[in-house]
């Protein structure tokens, strides 16, 4: 449907209200964002027939693009957390980099691992690794979630094959390898500014715990050797059952860029697909523990990681429903209109369209196809190369992620910290490394012109 300024204010409204009924009136999150998604669809203007069935619509296709995901992505965790693989991971990377240097390894972890991942996917996996380095160690979790967040979200929205920047590139004519190229740099100043936020004083002074885990003794000095009478898994299959789904996933996207279509590239995106690739962390998971292998066992994982899972994927489709509402309403669409007929510099424009679409609907992949489809017809007279415009989309794509984007949910949800928690290291992170990666971009402007 056509928006208008109307519009703009039933949106301002809605996000407010989502606000107010969640931290203030301590609505659960499900029940708030179902409500706002019905009361926004009707403020919009949408045909009563069509409201319900539009609120379901979202909800239901989010789930089923990425409930099963979570639930694999869960199950990992649990597996890992409960045979002590998390803490094999956790102790290993301690060795390598140190207690002081544990931010920057959980940063360049989640920088890498969500490339070929989706960040939702990328945070459940890498979560417990994070905790149990909390843990281990004694370091806020604020600051190691923090980075681990900002490393996920800078290459989720910034560096293909990941599906969104990839999509734009394709859209706005890119060459690919250059928009590749480019956005690690983008996104790696991203990650540094997201994390220092993380790591600053004032994040810390407000949220100085460390993570709260059973049978793990805080280390003070430099030794990291996890000391227990109970074996513990091995660190190669440990990081294999993390690494193998990354891999695979990765194998898959590349095979769809450069190989020729055919079996083998059939094979590989079946491998490489998130289902099955994380089905293969969940079976090598399995065995880690060998002496613990028993179907009785391994149906006490699967129960516990489907319960853990449960209120992640309810709140996912919930986010959905409310974005779906404001997807079909065109608010996003109108808005980057506006933005787009005002004088600013040219580089910008994409940035703020992008932005905007963001805040509105809390996804960085619709984003990055909406905003790519509105500056196309702009892109002449803008001047702008292609992959400069792509990575100026891409930086204001995860901007200030909040209550309306299923991510923040999964984030606060699978590490058990408050929204207000949530709204410091993931809404405020994301917000402080889009302006970093944009002034990054800005600079590439300068020198790479169409």
């Known amino acids: 449907m056509e928006a208008s300024f109307g519009s703009l204010i039933v949106m301002l409204i809605s996000l407010a209200v989502l606000v107010l009924l969640i931290m203030k009136l301590k ?4 029940y708030a964002l179902v409500l706002v998604a019905l009361g926004s669809a009707i403020g919009f203007g949408f045909p009563l027939g069509s409201v319900v069935s539009t609120v379901t619509g979202g909800f239901g296709s989010t789930i089923g693009s990425i409930g099963i995901v979570i639930i694999l992505g869960c199950t990992i965790g649990v597996i890992l957390e409960e045979t002590g693989g998390a803490l094999v991971l956790a102790n290993t990377i301690l060795k390598i980099v ?5 931010t920057l390894a959980m940063a360049i972890s989640g920088y890498i691992v ?7 996917s990328a945070i459940v996996i ?9 843990a281990r160690a004694g370091v806020p979790l604020m600051a190691l979630l923090g980075g681990l967040n900002a490393g996920i979200m800078a290459t989720h929205t910034m560096v293909p094959p990941t599906p969104g920047p990839l999509a734009a590139a394709g859209t706005l004519g890119a060459d690919v390898g250059m928009v590749i190229g480019l956005g690690l740099f983008s996104a ?3 990650t540094i500014a997201a994390t220092l936020w993380c790591k600053s004083k004032y994040c810390l002074s407000r949220y100085p715990e460390p993570a709260k885990m059973d049978n793990v003794d805080t280390i003070l000095g430099d030794d990291f050797v996890i000391k227990s009478d109970k074996k513990m898994p091995g660190a190669f299959l440990t990081f294999a059952c993390i690494l193998l789904p990354v891999i695979l996933i990765c194998t898959s996207s590349f095979a769809n860029l450069w190989m020729p279509e055919g079996t083998a590239r059939t094979f590989l995106g079946f491998l490489g697909s998130p289902v099955i690739a994380l089905f293969v962390g969940v079976v090598l998971c399995l065995f880690l523990d060998p002496s613990r292998f028993s179907l009785k066992q391994i149906y006490d ?11 992640i994927i309810l709140a996912t489709g919930a986010a959905g429903a409310y974005g779906q509402v404001l997807r079909d309403s065109g608010v996003g669409t109108y808005l980057g209109n506006l933005i787009a007929e005002t004088p600013l510099p040219a580089v910008f424009v994409p940035f ?6 963001s805040v509105s609907n809390g996804s960085a992949t619709v984003s990055l196809l909406t905003g790519s489809a509105i500056i196309l017809p702009l892109l002449p007279s803008l001047g702008l190369h292609p992959a400069i415009a792509t990575l100026a989309i891409a930086a204001g794509s995860s901007f200030f992620y909040h209550a309306n984007a299923s991510h923040f949910w999964v984030v606060v949800r699978s590490n058990k910290i408050s929204e207000q928690q949530g709204y410091t290291l993931v809404s405020a992170g994301t917000a402080i490394g889009s302006i970093a990666a944009m002034i990054v971009v800005w600079i590439m402007s300068m020198f790479i012109l169409p």
């Open 27 to 30: 609505v659960h999150p499900v």
């Open 98 to 102: 140190g207690k002081k240097r544990s």
């Open 114 to 120: 969500s490339i070929p991942v989706f960040s939702d």
């Open 126 to 134: 890498l979560s417990p690794v994070a905790r149990s380095l909390s």
């Open 188 to 190: 790696a100043a991203y």
């Open 301 to 311: 994982w699967f129960d516990k990681s489907v319960e853990s899972s449960g209120f």
């Open 352 to 357: 703020l369209v992008s932005l905007l679409l």
